[in-house]
């Protein structure tokens, strides 16, 4: 519990000290969801790049159809998510629950 409450405090604290990091949560109850993790980076304006990191290797994306595609996903995904406000406040409160649960159990 203490690692998931000193991770959690990390969360908070990246979105506090650095204001282009947004954090959203995405439900478990969310209809859309992805099993790989996905990274998009615009390099110029209109031009993007995807890094997709999978079980058998990474792969960096480039053509515009396949990156096109993904920014699709990932804009369901963040469509999906909770705002970022009511994100860092479910992670708040989920830190302030593994406090209790570690403090109850000294």
């Not at 992805?34 to 480039?62: C, F, H, N, Q």
């Amino acid at each position: 519990m203490a690692t998931l409450a000193e991770q959690l405090e990390h969360l908070l604290d990246l979105a506090a000290r650095f204001e282009s990091v947004r954090i959203q949560v995405l439900p478990s109850s969310s209809p859309v969801a992805s099993s790989i993790p996905l990274y998009l980076l615009e390099s110029s304006p209109g031009k993007m790049v995807a890094w997709i990191d999978m079980r058998s290797g990474s792969a960096l994306v480039t053509g515009p159809d396949d990156t096109a595609e993904l920014r699709v996903l990932f804009e369901r995904l963040e469509g999906a998510a909770l705002d970022p406000a009511a994100s860092l406040e479910l992670i708040d409160r989920k830190r302030r629950e593994a406090c209790t649960a570690i403090e109850t159990s000294l």
